[in-house]
């Protein structure tokens, strides 16, 4: 395992990790489980110093994005852990999505085995190492959604009708126009206001204020 | 908050950690999202521990009790944190659930805080504190779900039907006796075989056994 970047004092605890449950009884089921909470801390942590100006609701879709099993498969294969897993005889046949997750439930097990063999350190320093390019490409504003699409799920996840947006008010020129926007919202008691260059980005503000409003409201 | 059991190098943390977000925009989302992941990781180490013989679900469903909302805000009520909580003027008079989950989540900010404030090892001490008596309490035999109900619990959520018990042998004198049980199961090729003393031991060996074979196949 020489791509994983890290060298095990007790190889046992490796084998372990890499032992799927076809094997039998000594499985790495508990380590999954035990890595899966020290990587969830980890990517958290990073992401919280990342971006200081994020939500929470923000940090935890990126961190969604990161911890799922697509991602651990992804990362399984870059590192070669399919060379490594010990599987039972029913499992060396099966293929895709099954293959899929059994690599990506390995990557959080030897993320629990290289704790318990190290410390928290050396473990956050492994998953961070393995996610760097993965963090750095992180793009918060593009993975951002725009806030008429928040507010239309908010509304719709409490099956309220949808919002109105009205045009209220163009203004100068053209090439130089300044939009109004109401925003009517059957929760809220008034309407929010947006103004932008365009008639979407009057929408996206009034949206925003309504959401903003709307989160006070719902906690 | 001497209660707490932790003195704030930065006080400011503290503060922002126990600001509901009512009170506007710098409030404790931020430090929840991280101080969830810390609790959630103290707890598994912890359990992980705790328990050597416990499986991957039995240890998923210890912890789910442990950081789920109730349990939470009953520590924060321990903590007297409602003394201590800002909230916006909306929110002064809400009462009840609403409030409990206010105090939960407050809880997971001020882990967060701890721990942006000194370390892990001084975040776990403290959590781990905070949980000394619920920790020690958790009777995993009591809690653990027997074999006969894991094993119809995992075919109802597949639609499977209902397995079949049947008994093939009673061997030994009254009080003595040994019985012998098959357990049939649709989805399985051949019957699971249980003996015990009781009819009921042997059913729950021969659930156990079908149980196993699942667990394998559905990986």
Not at 23 to 40: H, M, T
Not at 84 to 107: C, M, N, P, T
Not at 114 to 136: C, F, N, P, Q
Request: hydrophobic letters at 35%; aromatic letters at 8%; proline letters at 2%.
């Amino acid at each position: 395992m020489h791509k994983v970047g890290y060298e095990f004092k007790d190889s046992s605890l490796c084998e372990l990790a890499l032992t799927h449950r076809s094997c039998g009884k000594r499985n790495n089921e508990r380590l999954e489980f035990l890595g899966d909470s020290i990587l969830n801390f980890v990517i958290a942590e990073d992401l919280y110093a990342r971006f200081p100006q994020a939500r929470e609701g923000e940090l935890s879709r990126l961190r969604a994005g990161q911890v799922k099993g697509e991602t651990l498969a992804e990362i399984a294969r870059e590192l070669n852990f399919g060379d490594y897993l010990r599987l039972g005889s029913g499992e060396l046949k099966s293929g895709g999505f099954r293959r899929d997750s059994i690599l990506a439930d390995s990557v959080e097990a030897v993320i629990g085995a290289v704790y318990l063999d190290s410390d928290m350190e050396t473990a956050r320093a492994l998953v961070l190492g393995w996610y760097k390019e993965r963090l750095e490409k992180i793009n918060l504003k593009k993975s951002q959604k725009d806030s008429k699409t928040r507010l239309q799920e908010f509304l719709q996840s409490r099956r309220q009708p949808l919002p109105n947006y009205e045009l209220v008010k163009v203004e100068g020129e053209a090439h130089e126009q300044t939009f109004y926007i109401l925003c009517h919202v059957e929760m809220l008691p008034k309407a929010t206001k947006g103004k932008g260059s365009s008639r979407r980005q009057a929408e996206q503000e009034a949206a925003r204020a309504a959401i903003e409003l709307l989160q006070v409201e719902k906690s």
